[in-house]
């Protein structure tokens, strides 16, 4: 990348080689269009969105890309921060959210001895096991 300008790089990525547009030239409807030549996206309205995000992050502004970029993964990082830094007079605010999910399980056992009463209504008051006490 080294010292290209924004706009040579969204040119690349646009399959466009040669000389820089002019920035008229570069706008929202050339890039949804080559976008769709290029079949990047195949729907208009993705295509549109991300022509409008193409041109919020500056791509087409005559700016220079640090050295420091070795990827366009890097100039988008990059553009994303300049773009979504705060102001001096705003602040950043994290809002965590928990959402606990206990999932809970109730087994009813009921257990017939062989005269078929009910186990919990025959030991009732009984110890539990009448063969120990023998």
Not at 21 to 48: F, G, P, Q
Not at 54 to 60: S, V
């Amino acid at each position: 990348m080294g010292s290209d300008p924004h706009t040579e790089f969204l040119l690349g990525l646009l399959g466009i080689s040669g000389k820089i547009l002019r920035e008229s030239v570069i706008d929202e409807k050339y890039i949804t269009d080559r976008i769709l030549a290029l079949e990047h996206c195949k729907d208009k309205d993705t295509a549109v969105k991300t022509a409008k995000t193409i041109i919020f992050l500056g791509f087409q502004e005559p700016t220079e890309i640090p050295s420091s970029c070795k990827s366009p993964f890097e100039v988008t990082c990059l553009r994303m921060e300049e773009k979504l830094a705060y102001s001096k007079t705003e602040q950043d605010m994290v809002l965590l959210h928990h959402e606990v999910v206990v999932v809970t399980q109730t087994t009813m056992l009921k257990l017939i001895d062989r005269h078929s009463w009910q186990w919990e209504g025959q030991r009732m008051g009984k110890p539990p096991w009448p063969w120990l006490l023998q």
